[in-house]
């Protein structure tokens, strides 16, 4: 009975020791289980360290390469205006001073006209630059074609029909020319008191025809240094010959085109200088067939003749204040749109005698400003009639007060 109880004892006590072997070595499977899980939740936090890390060194180098070149010195832009065998040139700075100055190894030729980057102190061509087009001229082509269209334009039937033989049909049409034998004329001058839609004419011809429409002020071709406008002048040719065909609109041309007297300042010898280069460039060598040109001036008695001379802008068209019919096609035009209750378009037309189409177009607006004020959604007969009274008002005293425009 003894060795009996001794057997089962010792095989109890090996039982008790399987148990606490199995217990231990789930409890180590388990605690490897979540060790592996805690390693790749670091693997995944390095990873993401790492992919950090990169991504702040590249910051920390294109930072560091910002502030190097920030600490860097400007450089000037110049031209060319001649070279010579030492590897040298003589350059031209935008404000009209020349300087003889060292040109980079690294550059290998130069020419008379490039464009170079050169140091502000010493001077030193360090690297010559290709603009391409002129970036400042490029400003003035429109890149949008404008909204208006000749049915937006009312009582100037006989203009619109001058302006599309001359522009219109030259670039839409040029075989008919070639058939016939001759060459339409380079372009037109619309000449007239403000605000009879000279500008709205040369829109009008821009949105009807597929061509390059370059805008120009005549002021904006005036320039502070000696020779830049005539440059521009050049520029804006060059440019619409490379963009033909195309329409060349110079507004206000009086500003540059004015007649020349033989004394003067400066600043007029210099409009000159570039008014003459505006003739050469309409008298140029170069073709100007796909190139119309359009003056648009309210002061023709100031115009220098040569402008308007056979072989340049000879084909002048007035456009002059609208008679009653022609005011009642630019009521219609502006009136189309609006709200109207019981209005006589036609005795209107009658009451604005000498009104410009630019001031039948105010009369709409403040008729319009009149039924907002009184809280209405529709504008009558009465609110035009005190517009009428309004701007005929204003340009009396424009006209008392020795006011052009």
């Known amino acids: 009975m003894a060795n009996e109880d001794t ?19 789930k409890a180590l499977l388990e605690t490897v289980d979540q060790l592996e899980e805690e390693k790749k939740l670091s693997d995944v936090h390095v990873r993401r360290m790492e992919e950090e890390t990169v991504m702040l060194k590249e910051l920390f180098n294109k930072t560091s390469s910002e502030l190097s070149n920030l600490k860097k010195p400007s450089l000037l832009v110049a031209d060319v205006i001649t070279t010579d065998k030492d590897h040298k040139a003589v350059i031209k700075l935008p404000n009209g001073n020349k300087f003889y100055c060292n040109i980079s190894n690294e ?20 690297k010559r630059i290709d603009l391409g087009e002129n970036q400042e001229v490029e400003k003035f082509v429109i890149m949008e074609k404008p909204k208006e269209n000749w049915k937006d334009i009312g009582g100037l039937k006989e203009e619109i029909e001058e302006i599309k033989e001359v522009i219109e049909l030259p670039l839409k049409k040029p075989e008919l020319f070639k058939k016939v034998g001759i060459k339409p004329p380079k372009g037109v001058l619309l000449y007239g008191p403000p605000g009879t839609g000279k500008t709205l004419l040369a829109k ?6 597929n061509a390059t429409f370059i805008e ?27 963009k033909a065909p195309s329409i060349v609109f110079i507004d206000e041309i009086d500003a540059l085109a ?15 200088r570039t008014f003459m280069q505006l003739l050469a460039e309409l008298d140029g060598f170069k073709c100007l067939d796909e190139v119309k040109i359009i003056g648009a001036t309210n002061r023709i008695d100031i115009l220098d003749h040569a402008m308007i001379r056979p ?8 456009v002059s204040l609208p008679d009653a019919s022609g005011r009642l096609e630019v009521l219609k035009v502006h009136t189309k749109e609006m709200n109207l209750q019981k209005v006589k378009l036609k005795e209107l037309s009658e009451l604005m005698e000498n009104f410009s189409g630019a001031e039948v177009r105010a009369v709409c607006t403040e008729a319009g400003y009149f039924a907002i004020r009184n809280d209405r959604d529709h504008v009558g007969q009465d609110d035009f009639l005190m517009a009428i009274d309004k701007v005929r008002m204003e340009e009396e005293e424009e006209d008392n007060g020795g006011f052009f425009g």
């Open 216 to 242: 120009v002020v005549g002021s904006e071709l005036v320039q502070k240094f000696i020779g830049e406008g005539a440059k521009l002048i050049k520029e804006i040719f060059n440019l619409a010959r490379r």
């Open 107 to 126: 550059i290998s030729e130069l020419f008379p006209g490039d464009s170079v980057l050169v140091e502000q102190k010493a001077l030193n061509i360090v």
């Open 7 to 25: 057997k089962k004892k010792v095989v109890y006590s090996e039982t008790i020791e399987l148990d606490d072997l199995e217990t231990e070595n």
């Open 311 to 318: 072989g340049r802008l000879d084909r002048l068209i007035e």
């Open 258 to 272: 004015a007649k020349r007297m033989e004394t003067g300042t400066s600043g007029e010898r210099e409009v000159n």
């Open 204 to 209: 009008a011809v821009a949105q009807s025809t």
